[in-house]
């Protein structure tokens, strides 16, 4: 089993190396985790800055008292990464951030689909974007990651359509055949640069929003002879571009 990951601001260490990991995080490890002396563990900061450590004691019910000797940088992967998740009715948003996470998904967009059940809108939304990027910051930690996904602001048909104008590979899932959606465990995909996948919502991408993402260079693609439902669809894309681009090599 891997050493668990613990997020920190910073690696500012003492003498000899000496750091404290407080607040929530000491919390979760000295209460829930209830480190021991000697154990192991990682910090990062999220963005790919890390440490391996060695646990010296604790302080109390919120202060793990560990040895840190260097910080590494883990590179980011290529390609990298984009899933273009429309909104989901109820917890299927997070359900599909958290397991794309754990996939190895680079970034996650939410987008407000014309035919999403959901929207995001004042209050509401502010609160649903901070849910999104609180599961991506866990579920990352659960998979032992140092570098967790950047979750994006709510973005428009318009704005995807941009974002996928400068994507290597541009695709969007859509198992219409009169679509001619072609399979993407057959399409040639580039080994840099960057990938974005559109996941429609419940109801599919409209025509209009094929359309605009065409002009923008996009092309339909299928999973298979299944219908997926749209909190799942991210995941299985990613899956599959990650084994045939040798990032799960």
């Known amino acids: 089993m891997t050493a668990p990951v613990f997020v920190v601001d910073g690696f500012a260490a003492g003498p000899g190396g000496r750091f404290v990991v407080e607040g929530p995080e000491g919390r979760h490890a000295v209460s829930v985790k209830r480190m021991r002396p000697g154990e192991d563990v990682v910090l990062t900061n999220g963005v ?10 604790s302080e109390g019910k919120d202060r793990l008292i560990v040895q840190l000797d260097s910080v590494s940088e883990a590179e980011p992967e290529s390609p990298h ?11 299927r948003g997070e359900l599909a951030v958290e397991t794309m996470t754990e ?14 059940v959901t929207q995001w809108k004042g209050d509401r939304g502010a609160k649903s974007l901070a849910k999104w990027r609180a599961t991506a910051r866990e579920a990352g930690k659960q998979s032992r990651r140092v570098r967790f996904p950047e979750v994006a602001g709510a973005m428009s048909t318009k704005q995807v359509a941009a974002l996928l104008a400068t994507a290597d590979l541009a695709a969007v ?15 040639e ?13 419940e109801g599919g991408v409209s025509p209009e929003e094929l359309t605009a993402f065409a002009a923008a260079g996009a092309h339909p693609y299928r999973l298979g002879p299944s219908v ?3 909190s799942t669809a991210g995941t299985v894309a990613a899956a599959l571009v990650m084994a045939r681009t040798g990032r799960w090599s």
């Open 228 to 230: 997926l439902r749209t």
């Open 189 to 201: 995909l580039p080994c840099a640069g960057s990938i974005v996948l559109v996941v429609g919502p």
């Open 103 to 116: 996939t190895g998904v680079d970034a996650i967009v939410p987008w407000a689909a014309s035919r999403c």
């Open 48 to 57: 790919g800055l890390w440490a391996d450590c060695v646990v010296l004691g």
């Open 81 to 91: 990464i984009t899933v273009v998740q429309a909104l989901p009715k109820g917890d």
């Open 173 to 187: 899932l859509h198992e219409d055949p009169e679509a001619g959606s072609a399979a993407l465990a057959t399409a």
